[in-house]
């Protein structure tokens, strides 16, 4: 015969089993995730024509600074693609945390991210974002952050404004040897922002070096419009070989079709008074094949300045 | 009937029984231990409808038997212990009515198994001689042991034991009989029968159908021991005669002073239950309750009216021919006797039989269904973006009548998957979800005879695998499983021997615990079809 007791066991069993649901089914995490800049949300997507032996010089340049461009946005996403893949490890209301798990690199450290969901409006979202490391054992004071994101939608989760900064130098004062990396060696910080919610769509990248480096600073400014034509600017700062100060900054143009310009200018003056000279100029077709050259040095020209789009 | 035929020309023998004295159901203060026992031990198969068969017995003393409910104690799936303390209670009490000058009479009733002169009572057991002797010993004036199991024959070992069609007691006197009578549904060495037709098995229900009136050969309106036991030892041997087991004999010994017979069953005072006049076609009537179980059997002589008592319910009689049933209703209504009328059934093919597994004896068996499912989550915003609506692919295997009769044990699988779309501000984010379900279901099935209908009900806990691919392939796939109790009820349709139409219905608790605690419901629809093996 079936008592009260064994009827009380079985129902406590089939609720306790009933409360191991797992899984990662979520509608907020999608929140969450939406938020997080992809690669393509960032990088420079303008299909230039394939480079030739006969390019235009400052058109293979304008490809080598989006190349770069687009190589400093997949580490910098790299460290947040993390999130976007995987389950929070930890919910609680309108946080989510990832990890922390032990540094791959260095296991005595740990990392984790962290996002903070803010509701704007019924249409709006706003989140913040840390990804941060510690070294295992520490206490919650102890976390530093190395990168602070934040996101604000507009129109849908996925399209909006968002702002990036990657703390190098925080992180490189409280011990973790992130100058083992190269490409992090000489950096202070680097702020990234983008705006993917209307055409034109921008990003901006700053880098900011370390006073003994011999790049001081640089900064990307790049715009895209819907036809698929864009610009980008590239202001750089540092020391020459001889150890004189200058400023440049390279700006290019270009259209849907892949024709465009470019021009080079640098503040030559001793003590950098902000005076632009022009350095050079090409135009390319196209075929990415010069149709106009410019250069200061022999004050050379090439081709037809009526051929330039811009 | 020809047993029957042969009983009667026994012309000396129902002379005798006939000519007996009986004595009246009112004569004595009656006592009664009923016992019935589905379950038999860890080397015995359980019985179907033995504790149904003690319900029945209980039934007909109490309201034909002139046993006052308080003076009857049922037992149902209990120990022996149990068994021996109920039994040491009546006797305190009978005795306790003797003292106050009263003749008593006590029936001890027992349905369930038997094996190597030991009833098995669960995983507990009485010595068969243990319980003879007490039966002989207790303070009644009259004692009456009745065993339905297998092998129950061995009780009846002893002088004056007899493997016959009737027996007769020699009326001189009614007031000073006393004495112990012994009945066995099978004889020693042969098993007690079930049948899943009658819904009990053979003797008890032969035994019960008698005393509510069939038995009544004198046509006194009082079914004597005598007449009963005719009655049931004729039927048994009749119905069992071509089964697989073999023909089941009851045996029966006794042991008195005094002569009288013992009327058991008295109906000429109640007036409740159904005549068949005498205009009536001979042949048998099936009365059959609401359950899909024969109520009581009248086996109608040509020149002869029949009477049995019943209680007041509706109820469906059916009478075979060679070629068709005849099928109908009638309604007792209460302190009446309803009249037959034969005219007012219809005739009806024998897949209409409304008797419970007319079609098949089936006894335990195997059954797979295959069917589609529609699933569905109560809240609507759930419904809309997190679990959307679903058709599902399922099949079900089924364990029928197998741990008890109507108890059916299922387990079952089932997938599908659907496209649903989430929108997160503004964000609309396409995906394809998917399920699989595993799920295990115990349920009762109550057999009506609305056609072939049976309907179940039971409680059923799945395993729910749900996940869904997002269009965008840079959104990680997302799954939750987790276990969901339930509850399930639905009809089932026999087309024929083995095919039956299915239509379910399943309501489910789910606890979904990824961004929060909500406790959620989603129902199930299904439609399929059953091959039973």
New interface residues.
């Given amino acids: 015969?079936i008592s009260r007791r064994m009827v009380a066991i079985a129902l406590a069993l089939?609720g306790a089993?009933?409360?191991?649901?797992?899984?990662?089914?979520?509608?907020?995490?999608?929140?969450f995730?939406?938020a997080l800049p992809?690669q393509s949300d960032i990088a420079v997507k303008v299909q230039l024509s394939a480079s030739r032996t006969d390019s235009a010089e400052y058109y293979l340049a304008t490809r080598n600074a989006i190349n770069t461009f687009n190589a400093m946005v997949v580490d910098l996403v790299a460290l947040i693609d993390h999130v976007?893949?995987?389950?929070p490890t930890s919910?609680q209301g309108n946080r989510r945390i990832w990890g922390p798990f032990p540094s791959e690199i260095y296991p005595t450290w740990e990392i984790r991210v962290v996002m903070d969901r803010s509701t704007v409006s019924s249409?709006?979202?706003h989140m913040d974002y840390w990804v941060q490391l510690r070294l295992i054992g520490q206490d919650d004071s102890t976390w530093v952050s190395f990168l602070v994101g934040a996101y604000t939608?507009q129109?849908?989760?996925?399209?909006g404004q968002g702002d990036i900064r990657l703390l190098a130098n925080d992180v490189r004062l409280a011990g973790y040897r992130i100058d083992d990396d190269p490409g992090l060696a000489n950096l202070d910080n680097l702020h990234v922002t983008y705006n993917n919610a209307a055409y034109p769509m921008t990003v901006t990248m700053d880098i900011v070096n370390l006073p003994t480096a011999t790049t001081k600073s640089g900064s990307y400014t790049y715009a895209q419009n819907q036809d698929g034509s864009g610009r980008m600017t590239f202001d750089w700062q540092g020391l020459t070989d001889t150890g004189v100060p200058i400023t440049a900054n390279m700006t290019s143009q270009w259209l849907g079709s892949g024709a465009g310009r470019s021009d080079l200018t640098a503040d030559l003056t001793p003590n950098l008074t902000n005076q632009s000279t022009p350095l050079g100029t090409d135009c390319w077709g196209v075929d990415t094949v010069a149709t106009y050259t410019y250069r200061r040095q022999g004050d050379t020209t090439t081709g037809f300045p009526d051929s330039c789009l811009f | 009937m020809t047993l029957w035929r042969a009983i009667v020309r026994a012309g000396p023998l129902l002379a005798l029984l006939l000519a007996a004295s009986p004595a009246r159901a009112a004569a004595q203060h009656r006592f009664a231990l009923i016992a019935g026992n589905d379950q038999g031990g860890a080397d015995t198969r359980p019985l179907r409808f033995a504790s149904e068969d003690a319900r029945k017995v209980h039934a007909v003393l109490t309201q034909l038997g002139g046993v006052a409910p308080g003076d009857v104690t049922l037992l149902l799936n209990q120990s022996a212990g149990e068994f021996w303390r109920a039994l040491g209670t009546l006797e305190a009490r009978i005795a306790e009515t003797r003292q106050h000058g009263e003749r008593a009479l006590f029936v001890l009733y027992y349905s369930g198994h038997a094996k190597d002169g030991e009833l098995r009572l669960g995983e507990s057991r009485i010595p068969l001689d243990a319980l003879k002797a007490r039966l002989a010993s207790a303070p009644a004036d009259i004692r009456i042991g009745v065993f339905d199991s297998c092998h129950s024959g061995a009780v009846t070992r002893t002088k004056g034991a007899r493997r016959a069609p009737a027996f007769e007691i020699q009326a001189a006197g009614s007031e000073d009989t006393r004495g112990l009578v012994l009945l066995s549904s099978a004889s020693a060495d042969e098993d007690a029968q079930e049948s899943d037709e009658i819904g009990g098995s053979y003797f008890s229900h032969y035994l019960v159908s008698g005393l509510r009136g069939d038995a009544d050969r004198s046509r006194d309106r009082r079914v004597t021991l005598s007449e009963a036991y005719a009655y049931a030892y004729a039927r048994t041997v009749a119905d069992t005669a071509e089964s697989a087991a073999g023909a089941q004999h009851p045996t029966f010994s006794y042991d008195f002073q005094g002569n009288a017979d013992l009327v058991l069953t008295d109906f000429a005072s109640r007036r409740e239950g159904i005549y068949v006049p005498g205009f009536a076609p001979a042949g048998i009537y099936y009365i059959v309750d609401g359950n899909g179980f024969i109520a009581a059997e009248i086996q109608k002589s040509a020149d002869g009216d029949r009477q049995i008592a019943l209680p007041a319910g509706r109820y469906h009689v059916r009478r075979r021919l060679a070629d068709r049933l005849r099928i109908g209703e009638i309604q007792i209504a209460s302190g009446q006797l309803t009249t037959l009328d034969e005219t007012r059934l219809r005739d009806a093919p024998f897949s209409d039989d409304p008797v419970k597994g007319a079609l098949r004896d089936e006894g335990a068996h195997l059954s797979l269904s295959l069917g589609g499912t529609m699933q569905s989550f109560f809240d609507g915003p759930t419904r809309d973006s997190l679990f959307p609506s679903t058709g599902m692919l399922g099949l079900e295997f089924e364990v029928r009548d197998f741990f008890r009769h109507g108890v059916i044990w299922g387990l079952d699988l089932a997938s599908g998957g659907t496209h649903g779309q989430v929108d997160r501000y503004g964000t609309m984010l396409p995906f394809r979800f998917s399920e699989l379900t595993a799920g295990t279901t115990l349920a009762g099935e109550w057999r009506f005879h609305f056609g072939d209908m049976a309907v179940f009900a039971g409680v059923r806990l799945a395993a729910i695998l749900m996940s869904r691919k997002f269009d965008d392939p840079t959104v990680p796939d997302q799954f939750f499983a987790t276990f969901t109790p339930g509850v399930v009820a639905g009809v089932r349709y026999r087309l024929s021997r083995s095919f039956a139409l299915l239509g379910r219905g399943r309501v489910h608790y789910l606890l979904y615990n990824v961004d929060e605690n909500r406790s959620l419901g989603y129902w199930e629809l299904s439609a399929g079809v059953a091959y039973d093996f």
């Fill in positions: 015969m089939i089993i009933g409360l191991g649901g797992c899984g990662n089914y979520s509608n907020e995490d999608l929140d995730q939406l992809d976007r893949g995987n389950s919910r249409a709006l979202l939608s129109g849908s989760a996925r399209t």
